[in-house]
């Protein structure tokens, strides 16, 4: 059976000195719970620290991005391995906010998403609709899109390797969730792109997580749906309180 995940994206928050006092906070409030994993991906200056509170936790370290080279002139870049040798497990790609405000393209998630799986790290690939998108009718075939281009050549065994995270564009930091049956509706028909990819078994291992404007409130009636595994927070999983009931959730 597929496992919870809940994945913390700090975005540009938590400098070095803010990590440190937020793991404090955090940890003694963290519950383990064998039916959930957790994840933080902080900015990269705040990895180290980051990583030295996590070590004896359970608690996985990752990335917000990374380049899909292992070296070289690419001034500005981190690759792969560099995110590993820094204990990192994992590592979002193909954010929207990266989409739209730093020019990235379904090739480039591609590229990602394979030095990922060759660096022995988990890429979480992103994929997501705007809301004109949705308006006309076009959020299955963007998604469709999104995943195949961002999958391309991906053999169905590292598929198995593969987190996806559904974040509709217009839920994100808005306070706007997506209902749960919108959610699911989308999360269904991600788990059938992924069965024509890597075929049905391996389509029922995938987790697929929903992002956007995901809080302690409101993570259990979205996490009760068939097809969700899990969630992308964003906002919430910069409060220590928050966040700790948020993880700790009964479906
Ligand atoms: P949000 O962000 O929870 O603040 O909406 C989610 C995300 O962008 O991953």
Redesign the pocket.
């Known amino acids: 059976m597929r496992k919870y995940l809940i994945i913390g ?1 700090w ?1 540009m928050n938590q400098n070095r000195s803010e990590t440190a006092a937020f793991l404090d906070d955090f940890l003694p409030l963290y519950k383990k719970n064998e039916d959930v994993e957790v994840g933080i991906a902080p900015p990269f200056t705040s990895i180290g620290v980051c990583g030295d509170k996590l070590s004896e936790s359970s608690i996985f370290l990752g990335a917000q991005n990374c380049h899909w080279e292992d070296s070289g002139a690419y001034t500005g870049e981190i690759s792969a391995g560099m995110l590993k040798e820094c204990g990192c497990s994992f590592a ?1 790609i193909g ?3 990266r989409r739209q405000l730093f020019g990235e393209s379904d090739e480039g998630v591609n590229k990602r998403a394979l030095a990922l799986l060759s660096a022995g790290l988990t890429p979480i690939v ?1 994929v997501g609709e705007t809301l004109d998108e949705r308006e006309q009718g076009e959020a299955f075939n963007v998604v469709t899109r999104q995943l195949e281009r961002g999958l391309a050549g991906v053999s169905p065994e590292k598929l198995s390797q593969v987190v996806v ?1 559904y ?1 509709p564009v217009w ?5 706007k969730t997506a209902s749960t049956a919108q959610a699911q509706e989308v999360h269904k028909l991600i788990r059938k792109v992924i069965a024509k990819l890597g075929g049905d078994s391996i389509s029922q291992q995938t987790r697929i997580l929903y ?5 302690d409130k409101n993570a259990a009636s979205l996490l009760r749906e068939n097809d969700i595994d899990g969630a ?6 910069l409060d220590a309180q928050k966040f700790a009931s948020l993880v700790g959730f009964r479906v």
């Not at 992002?211 to 809080?215: H, P, R």
């Not at 992308?232 to 999983?237: D, E, F, K, W």
Request: hydrophobic share 30%; glycine share 24%.
């Open positions: 994206n975005k979002i954010h929207s906010e992103c995270a974040e839920a994100i930091g808005t306070g992002g956007g404007s995901v809080n992308l927070v964003g906002g919430a999983s």
